[in-house]
């Protein structure tokens, strides 16, 4: 835990909290919860898709499992917390403003992809819910009141909640890629689940683009690898019969899983680390459910903890 404390500068930590000095006693108040004793709200890790093209119409195996996605929710969120696999930092980090601009933050798509809006309202009650959450488990979160959402938060939201009526944050990762380290911050945050938060983890299990991009033997490389990554990731998340310890043991230990480096290149695992927090959200042993339809050619997939 120590190690895990230590992973920002007491300065970083501290980022952008003069901006929430106007929050007043209601806004920075415990959500109280709006579900029925005893109900949670099911955390979901999702493949967001490459850049903007599930909203262009060109990955609809991707854009069709986000639109259907919230219907099967037991009700509509208070609020979203998205994991973004792309905001990292040396600590945890919160988008804490009333409202953020979109970040484009990928190149060579057409121009419409450059014009997308997406008003949802922040809720910087819940960023500072989501720092004092992380404080009392001693993990260090600072709040950042100005950076865009980028598009892994914008893309799938786009398609899931169209409306942009439900307020959203969104959650970074650690740049250190450490499993367990975001396995931690799931675990400190399990209790939005009961207040009505939708905690989505948005990346892709596979992620390595000289494996998108190849054609012929070099292609059929990569899909072997995804093939025998997921069946790895899949038996961890959803054997009922692996023990609660064993499972997070396992998924601590992801980098030892066949395939893995294939899938994830050293230093490019962070479209894996929202699943951790996701994980650590379910309360990082009770089995997961694959969700979303099996994939062709390169595999990817995504899972819900109810």
């Known amino acids: 835990m120590e190690r895990l404390r230590n992973m920002c500068s007491g300065k970083e930590a501290l980022q952008d909290q003069d901006s929430l000095g106007s929050l007043s006693q209601h806004e920075t108040a415990e959500f109280p919860s709006v579900l029925m004793p005893g109900e949670h709200m099911p955390c979901v ?3 967001h898709g490459g850049g903007p093209l599930p909203i262009l119409g060109q990955q609809p195996d991707v854009a069709n499992f986000l639109r259907s996605y919230p219907s099967t929710l037991p009700q509509r969120p208070r609020a979203i917390l998205v ?4 905001w990292e930092g040396s600590c945890t980090a919160v988008s804490g403003g009333a409202s953020h601009p979109l970040l484009f933050d ?3 798509f057409p121009p419409e992809s450059y014009k997308y809006s997406y008003p949802a309202p922040g809720n910087p009650a819940l960023a500072q819910r989501v ?3 992380l404080g009392e488990a001693g993990l260090p979160c600072s709040i950042d009141t100005r950076r865009g959402w980028d598009h892994g938060v914008f893309v799938p939201l786009m398609l899931m909640f169209p409306d942009a009526d439900i307020p959203v944050v969104a959650l970074g990762l650690q740049k250190n890629q450490d499993p367990a380290a975001h396995v931690a ?4 945050l399990q209790r939005l689940r009961d207040e009505g938060v939708l905690i989505i983890g948005s990346g892709a299990s596979f992620h390595n683009f000289s494996y998108f991009f190849a054609k012929g033997k070099q292609r059929a490389v990569g899909e072997e690898h995804s093939a025998v990554f997921d069946k790895w990731l899949n038996e ?3 054997e009922q019969n692996i023990p609660d310890n064993d499972r997070r043991s396992r998924m601590e230990a992801v980098a030892a899983a066949p395939s ?15 699943l951790f927090v996701v994980f650590g959200a379910s309360g990082a042993g009770p089995p997961g459910k694959s969700v979303g339809e099996p994939t062709k050619g390169i595999r990817f997939s995504q899972f819900e903890f109810p």
Not at 83 to 86: I, P
Not at 261 to 271: I, N, Q, R, T, V
């Open 131 to 133: 720092r004092d959450l």
């Open 236 to 238: 961890t998340v959803t």
């Open 83 to 86: 994991v973004t696999a792309h």
């Open 106 to 108: 990928y190149g060579g």
């Open 260 to 274: 893995f480096l294939e899938a994830h290149p050293p230093g490019a695992a962070e479209h894996l680390m929202p």
């Open 185 to 188: 911050v799931g675990l400190a």
């Open 45 to 47: 890790y999702i493949n």
